[in-house]
């Protein structure tokens, strides 16, 4: 079983910067593509940031230079860097990540629990 836990949403003020952490763990598991996703009240959940396990990037166009998504796959962690937040962003960001278990036919994703993010003054 692989698990996503993240970490680091909060309150911040229009602006404002936040970090968010995503880290796998479990048993005998590789990661392929990892991702961040947005869900605000009443809305689907949308796609945010995107990398692949070489380290190609894919933004949604409204966060394109304002949020950086890097990883670090030694830890199995994945990184969204928000910078100049607007109230707008305030959502729950959800970590996912595609993955494989040796033994296994297919890949499966795996999702977090979510970490909120209010951007309000």
């Known amino acids: 079983q692989v698990q996503l836990v993240e970490s680091g949403g909060g309150l911040v003020q229009p602006g404002g910067s936040l970090r968010l952490s995503c880290a796998a763990s479990?048993?005998?598991?590789?990661?392929?593509?990892m991702g961040w996703y947005l869900q605000a009240p009443g809305k689907q959940r949308e796609l945010v940031a995107a990398?692949?396990?070489?380290?190609?990037?894919n933004y949604a166009d409204p966060v394109k230079g304002r949020f950086t998504i890097s990883r670090d796959n030694a830890k199995n962690t994945v990184y969204l860097q928000m910078n100049s937040l607007k109230p707008e962003y305030t959502a729950v960001y959800y970590c996912?990540?595609?993955?494989?278990?040796?033994?296994?036919?297919?890949?499966?994703?795996?999702w977090g629990q979510g970490t909120q993010v209010t951007v309000s003054s």
């Open positions: 996912n990540a595609d993955v494989w278990v040796p033994g296994t036919v297919r890949r499966w994703t795996a």
């Open positions: 990398i692949t396990s070489g380290g190609s990037t």
């Open positions: 479990g048993n005998n598991f590789r990661i392929y593509d």
